[in-house]
């Protein structure tokens, strides 16, 4: 599993964020406050993208991010052609 180190961002930097990672599976696994844990959702190859949105970010910002994840998911790096 890759780590990364996030860089700083000045506090009035609210833009939407993307992490985009090239996965052979991934799970996400949810807990409520009784402590209980189920699978919401899993794949198996592909990619795995975690999105960081506040409420100050636009409709034209998720475009714009969507299409940029939309370019890397077609590029040779993840398609391997």
């Known amino acids: ?9 000045k506090i009035e930097d609210h833009r939407m964020r993307a992490v985009v990672q090239r996965v052979s ?17 899993e794949i198996g190859m592909g990619m795995l993208v975690l999105l960081g949105v ?3 970010d636009t409709e034209a910002d998720a475009i ?3 299409e940029k994840i939309a370019a890397c998911a077609s590029s040779k ?3 391997g052609k």
């Open 77 to 79: 790096m993840w398609t």
């Open 25 to 41: 599976r991934a799970r996400v696994t949810v807990s409520d406050r009784t402590n209980r844990e189920w699978i919401s959702g």
């Open 1 to 9: 599993m890759a780590s990364a180190i996030a860089p700083r961002v």
């Open 54 to 56: 506040t409420h100050e």
């Open 64 to 66: 714009y991010l969507a």
